[in-house]
């Protein structure tokens, strides 16, 4: 069998899916592209329409296992992703960098620790005198700063748009519908979905962000998810003036949040980490007061839009569930806070199982 004959059923179109959907394609196979939110893609929910797009591949607590393996990966692969994606989308924009800001002792052993741990990757110490020559201005209580040069952040929705645009470009197959379960039938996939219609594939992909329920038959791991909520802002200085983030390397990290300059006086700062199912408004403002430690620029700056969305953490494993569970059926689902991040080296992973596996088909059918 050709890889032309060979189709791939890829369920959920968030940034995992769409980016497969697009390298498998230009790999040879027939991809149907399944998820309810592609009747409207500009309304679309997921998580991922959601994220700030900070890329932190470098700076990890972790030096070794698979996560920090897929982390580095991703960030090396990030400046050819970028470049490709920015063919279609001239006005993508990818900042470079990202400042890592310490307010006390144990973040500055942190940073102090990072710098010797990473070899060859290249980070900076950033002292109080050089913090001092930004503005707006960082408190005082900020002692010291890591700058990465190789961590940078990319604006989500513009790199989702763009991926949109070169799916319909191809003429990919696109099914806004909803999976609703997935059984095996021989050597193929039987997908039924909530309309009562159906259909079936060679390979199936599963890039639902959530948990979703295989087959018992195919495994007997769990794959449950837990709901974590994420909330963001989008500010506006009170005092315009042009060119505020002039001297801003890329995105800054404060206490575990991220502050994004996206224009002259606009900045984006983000998330709240939830684990019930409300949406707090003192989980928010705690963004706008974090620890009482922030600039009064950013207390006082006006609320543009705010918004939310979910992201998923496996209950009883690491993230992402990167797996193939059963012959061609892959998991790549679950990846809590860096989905984006990890787009690449995830690609890269799946479309290896694949070829992998398809060869191994080919040889035994002789
Ligand atoms: C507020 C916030 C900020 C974040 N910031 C960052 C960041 O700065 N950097 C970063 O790397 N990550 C960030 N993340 C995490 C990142 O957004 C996610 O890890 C990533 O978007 C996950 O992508 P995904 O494709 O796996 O899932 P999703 O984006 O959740 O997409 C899953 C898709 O599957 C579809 N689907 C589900 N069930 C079915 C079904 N049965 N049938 C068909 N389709 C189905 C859904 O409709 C959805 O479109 C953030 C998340 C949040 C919430």
């Known amino acids: 069998?050709?890889?032309?004959?060979?189709?791939?059923?890829?369920?959920?179109?968030?940034?995992?899916?769409?980016?497969?959907?697009?390298?498998?394609?230009?790999?040879?196979?027939?991809?149907?592209?399944?998820?309810?939110?592609?009747?409207?893609?500009?309304?679309?929910?997921?998580?991922?329409?959601?994220?700030?797009?900070?890329?932190?591949?470098?700076?990890?607590?972790?030096?070794?296992?698979?996560?920090?393996?897929?982390?580095?990966?991703?960030?090396?692969?990030?400046?050819?992703?970028?470049?490709?994606?920015?063919?279609?989308?001239?006005?993508?924009?990818?900042?470079?960098?990202?400042?890592?800001?310490?307010?006390?002792?144990?973040?500055?052993?942190?940073?102090?620790?990072?710098?010797?741990?990473?070899?060859?990757?290249?980070?900076?110490?950033?002292?109080?005198?050089?913090?001092?020559?930004?503005?707006?201005?960082?408190?005082?209580?900020?002692?010291?700063?890591?700058?990465?040069?190789?961590?940078?952040?990319?604006?989500?929705?513009?790199?989702?748009?763009?991926?949109?645009?070169?799916?319909?470009?191809?003429?990919?197959?696109?099914?806004?519908?909803?999976?609703?379960?997935?059984?095996?039938?021989?050597?193929?996939?039987?997908?039924?979905?909530?309309?009562?219609?159906?259909?079936?594939?060679?390979w199936s992909i599963l890039c639902t962000g959530s948990d979703f329920s295989v087959p018992s038959s195919e495994s007997s791991n769990s794959f449950e998810t837990q709901r974590i909520r994420g909330q963001s802002l989008h500010l506006q200085l009170a005092n315009t003036i042009s060119n505020r983030w002039e001297y801003w390397p890329g995105s800054v990290i404060w206490r575990g949040n991220s502050l994004v300059p996206i224009s002259n006086n606009e900045y984006w700062i983000g998330s709240t980490i939830e684990t019930d199912n409300r949406t707090k408004g003192s989980t928010l403002n705690s963004l706008l007061n974090r620890h009482h430690i922030v600039p009064e620029w950013l207390k006082r700056s006006n609320i543009i839009k705010h918004w939310q969305g979910i992201r998923s953490r496996p209950m009883y494993r690491s993230s992402p569930i990167l797996q193939l569970v059963a012959p061609r059926l892959i998991l790549a689902t679950a990846f809590y806070r860096n989905g984006i991040l990890l787009a690449p080296s995830t690609v890269e992973w799946v479309l290896k199982c694949v070829r992998i596996v398809d060869r191994r088909y080919s040889y035994e059918a002789g």
């Open 1 to 202: 069998m050709t890889i032309k004959s060979r189709t791939v059923a890829i369920i959920g179109a968030g940034t995992i899916g769409l980016t497969l959907a697009w390298h498998l394609h230009n790999l040879g196979y027939r991809v149907k592209l399944i998820d309810p939110q592609l009747a409207n893609l500009i309304q679309a929910k997921s998580s991922s329409f959601a994220a700030t797009g900070i890329l932190m591949g470098c700076t990890y607590k972790k030096k070794k296992g698979r996560s920090w393996q897929l982390r580095k990966r991703s960030i090396s692969l990030w400046p050819q992703w970028c470049a490709s994606l920015q063919r279609y989308s001239e006005n993508l924009t990818y900042r470079a960098g990202i400042l890592f800001l310490a307010s006390n002792k144990f973040e500055e052993n942190w940073q102090r620790q990072m710098l010797l741990d990473r070899t060859g990757i290249h980070m900076r110490q950033w002292d109080r005198q050089k913090l001092d020559s930004l503005t707006p201005e960082i408190p005082k209580s900020i002692s010291s700063a890591l700058f990465s040069p190789e961590d940078g952040q990319i604006d989500p929705k513009g790199m989702l748009a763009s991926i949109c645009l070169q799916i319909i470009d191809k003429k990919i197959e696109i099914i806004p519908k909803r999976v609703k379960k997935i059984t095996r039938l021989k050597d193929l996939w039987y997908l039924q979905f909530e309309c009562g219609q159906s259909l079936t594939s060679h």
